[in-house]
């Protein structure tokens, strides 16, 4: 079993940066792909970015790829996601997401087998 906590969410203005960390609990951290997703009220689930589980491949949602890095800590149990150039689009919750398939970068939220709380992110125009 593995636990997901976010944090470093909050409110920016546009055109500035924030990272975001996951923290997990669980000795199999290590050997779990994780990725972040993220979610407006009223509007599907979005992928936002994947790591496998060495840390070796990442995989961006087009709408992020140049401005976003997501990075890992094994040795910490973390993840997190480096956000530059928001915009306002970027709005949402940011949700990290744990699966047991250590080598997958899928989209898909049905892969992913853990889930943590959800941190907000605001920016401001």
């Known amino acids: 079993q593995v636990q997901l906590v976010e944090s470093g969410g909050g409110l920016v203005q546009a055109g500035g940066s924030l990272r975001l960390s996951c923290a997990a609990s669980g000795r199999t951290f290590s050997s779990y792909a994780m990725a972040w997703f993220r979610q407006d009220p009223g509007k599907e689930r979005e992928f936002v970015a994947a790591i496998t589980w060495s840390g070796g491949a990442k995989y961006y949602a087009e709408s992020v790829k140049g401005r976003f890095t997501i990075s890992r800590d094994n040795a910490k149990n973390a993840v997190y996601l480096q956000m530059g150039s928001l915009k306002p689009e970027d709005t949402a919750v940011y949700y990290c997401?744990?699966?047991?398939?250590?080598?997958?970068?899928?989209?898909?939220?049905?892969?992913?087998?853990?889930w943590g709380q959800g941190t907000q992110v605001t920016v401001s125009s």
């Open positions: 997401a744990g699966a047991t398939d250590g080598a997958t970068m899928t989209p898909k939220t049905m892969a992913y087998d853990y």
